[in-house]
């Protein structure tokens, strides 16, 4: 039946189409914001249970030793102008400890706090990827690269620990987003706003510039040479650097601290060999596979790249393979440690190209079975890896190099397989505190002594302790120069040491011997060749001076208890027989 109502007056019609309008503006931003927040809850939540069900102790070495950085220089900051001289002199790249350091002041010190800081980089991680999809392709491809990219494993794992990759991993994409907004250096508001991203990343962590370098310089010369304007983009860009320059330069003022940001890429090998070993060309290959990504993420980034290349244009194609590859061919030849959390700020790229892949599918309806099966993999994934439930999945197996490779679980070093674990018991732990607790001799000056180990981190025990309060005294050795006189000390006044089985294996006299080589081959990494032999047989010399001491004092333990942690390393207590 025809509609019968008569026409609506210009004025009547007008007010229904701006109200149509106001919709459909109000619409365009409340589901893509809804789903944002569910992920950063999602995340959030499932962090802190994850974060109170596991043991207050670091788990990896470099995270233990940054966090002793961030108390010991940062958290007695008391005042704004202490803030602003941290920035300047404070030891690595300040931005990064400096909103942990507000979240313990917010929920009280300790580990806990430390860690849940990173739900601040998470907001950052994901709405700015959202915005960088969107802008370049669509709403659509933007929101759903954020939530692939959220359920990437290491993306998740790393936002449990305390690592300055996982905020660098928030500043890339906000910075390739003010990077394109700049239309090559025209548009000043955002050329000065990108200045300050840029500054600002820099003062997360210094390599951030090793992932933008190669896009700005692509993006400036494209803008130079396309069409005219020159004059005027080049201003916009001097004054981009300038404010960088501004933001960063306090950072250089100190020679060494500009020395060690310069060296520091080509230093720090420590017995990994070449980069052209397996061991070393494994870290970024196979360990996308098996960390970063797992199988189905790979898969997926893998054939969207090619639909990638094919359909988009130029110069978006050029700069996200410029942000991909330049960091992942700087960081596999440098002879620097590989690790695979170095690379992370990458991620944002891949999720962003793997969801124009999915976007770009024509037909509705395979496009949404696709969007399911990623979120399914995805949810099955981050329980079974964080909390050990549903399919076993690190019982699958990726057979490459006729070797069987887990299709999760890392096989590359203690520093990666720990992001996705189970919340960490640390039953070790535990069970020497009470022990000691129950046989200890209050009458001692200190009743256990940790002795640095290859087989677990000295960072860690020392880390366990500070947040720890035991009714007993520990003390924990690092290996250093002065180290040999500093463990003479200890033994005459502990009751208990703790050993590691191999460590133990050796005979204290060849332990003494392996930590004083392992000091040469850590000093040997920081110093020049002149530098490094006067310093060897300064120490040398130095040892066998107090080499004998240490032997005659460790005659009077014998082994009291032996423990074994979660992966089947055995420990040993070694106790003063004299105070049994």
Known sequence: MPNSSPPLPDGQRMIRWNANLQYRTYSSWIFPFSVIITLILFHGINNYIWLKNSLSVPLVGDE???????????????????????????????LYYLTSVSFNRLLGEGLFATRMANIFWFIIILVSTYKLGKYLFSRETGLLSAIILSFYPVVYGSSRLFREEFGLMGMVPLAMLFLFKTQGFKNLKYSLLFGVIFGIGMMVKIPFILFMISPVIYILVKSLISDKEKKGKLRNFFITFVIVVLIIFPRFLDPFQAREYVLTPFGEALGQGGWYEFFNLKVFTLGMINYQLTLPFFLLFFIALFLFIKKERKDIKIVFLLWIFVPLVFLTFIPHRKLIRHIIPYLPAIALISSFGITSIKKGTVKRVMIFLIIFIGLVQYYEFSFGMGVPLDKLKLNIFKKNIPYFYSTLSNDNNVSCCKPFKGRIYREVVSYIDKNSNKAMKTHLLIMPSDIFDIETWRMFFYFGKFPFKAVVLKPDYNFIPELVKAIKETQFVFFGRKDLNMGFSGYLDYQVEMVKACYLSHYEKERFIKFEHFLQSYYMQYKEE?????????????FEDENGTRFYLLERVSVR
């Open 64 to 94: 233990a030793f940054h966090i002793r950085k961030l108390f010991e220089q940062y958290y007695p900051l008391e005042n704004l102008m202490e803030w602003v001289r941290i920035l300047k002199d404070g030891t690595y790249s300040p």
């Open 550 to 562: 240490c032997l005659r004092e460790m005659d009077d333990f014998e082994i009291s208890e032996s």
